[in-house]
């Protein structure tokens, strides 16, 4: 393939309707040095926060052992990612290297999006530290994992509506499916999105028709796979800053409330100038902001409404658009001037928290991994006696280390800690029916430690972590 073959298809893939603005040197630069940025984050932090992470780094393992029999099941595509990589590479490494597509793949998404909608480039900027918000804590990587998919369909999905076409429907058809396969609550959503971007096509019969035939095979998947289970609802109020907000900075609560400023001005400004690319972006936000009043807290035991605000997060990049240089150029550099300087800010204090937690709190635990008993079918719980993390909001559950060590260890599974805040851990006899213990920050008094090797031996040490194992 030649040199002018290769441009022409990256010409028939460029999603822009026509000559974009400001995709200069400086944007290239900045845009490629946050991407090395994040993949150096992701390569010198082998453990990322999380409460949850641990939980879906050791369900990758036990899907990998499950094989293939619930491959159209919902929530499993990391899964499934994970199966596949580990194919020719250790499973742990595979599963960090599955988990990068969240973090490298929404800003790419957004890019792609502002293309399409034939926006500026620069607020796909923000896509980078947006990702670090509390589902990042929280460790809800099946959901994250469905971020630059679902942007991708919503913008796919459009083009679609507007030049129906057999190919771009097969196309839109398998992100349908592969957004559910990801996580079942954003397919749903992406469904009432679709809606909306439908109603300004409703006179066009081939835009409601070919909704209805490219919606049909992850409807199809959808109905096969594994649904919430019963309904139960509790109406949340309050709590937007903590969605947004995922480290312990004392900067923290600043700059979100930044964050929701630029946001609202630059959409106002954007509106002002009479913008004439589409307003589905602004649409979709606000759409998806207010359903966070409609719908339930809950469902079936799945929080529902608070994710709703992980959802604006991933629109913000898009919203978020300099005006033109050219007919306001003060506006215009306002509100660079503000996505630099939020993106600059917010990857400062990530990479400052990222550190801490690498060199404090997950400091010993590798030691742990190399010298602990590599035998098959032992089993391992998990006694938390200070959980909480002092860099991020989350607790620590069963650490990363044994499922990166590759050991074979089984533990209960939900939750995979099994006693937290305990001081006399070793006084409970259920912990003693496993052969490992795993402890983060316990400080025995003499008498504790001593009651402590009466039932059980100290195998390893390291940091705010000991394991230990039963006799």
Known sequence: MDRRSITELLRRLDPAPGPTPDYGVAFVFCFSGLLLFTAWLLIVHRYLPGTDTPYHAFCSRVWIDAGKEHLLEANTLLYDAVALLAIVLKPFTAYRI????YFIGFPLACLYALRAFGRSPWGSLLAFPLCYNEAFASGHMSFEFAAPTFVLAVVEYWRFTKHPTVRRGAFVAALFVLVFLSHAHVYLWLGAIALLVLLGK????????GTAVIGLPSFLVFRMGRGYGQEHAVKLTGGILETFSASLHPWETRAIIALGVLVVLAMGLQRAQNDRTT???EIA???TALSYYVLPESLGGQMVAPRQWYMVAWFMPIVVSPVTF?????????ILAGILAWTATRMWMVNGQLEKFTTTEMYG?????RTAPNEPGLKIAYAGVDSNSETWKMSHG???????AERSYEGPLDPLEH?????SWYEDPELWRYDLILVRRWKPTHEQKNAALAKGSLVAAGGDWELWRRK
């Not at 599955?98 to 597509?101: K, L, N, T, V």
């Not at 006693?419 to 001081?423: R, S």
């Open 98 to 101: 599955a988990s990068a597509w």
């Open 202 to 209: 409703i006179l066009s019969w081939r835009a409601v028709v």
């Open 279 to 281: 307003a589905i972006p």
């Open 285 to 287: 936000i606000i759409a």
């Open 326 to 334: 050219r007919i306001a150029p003060g506006r215009a550099v306002a």
């Open 365 to 369: 635990l590798d030691h742990l991994a």
């Open 398 to 404: 069963l650490a990363y280390a044994f499922v990166a």
């Open 419 to 423: 006693i937290y805040f305990a001081a």
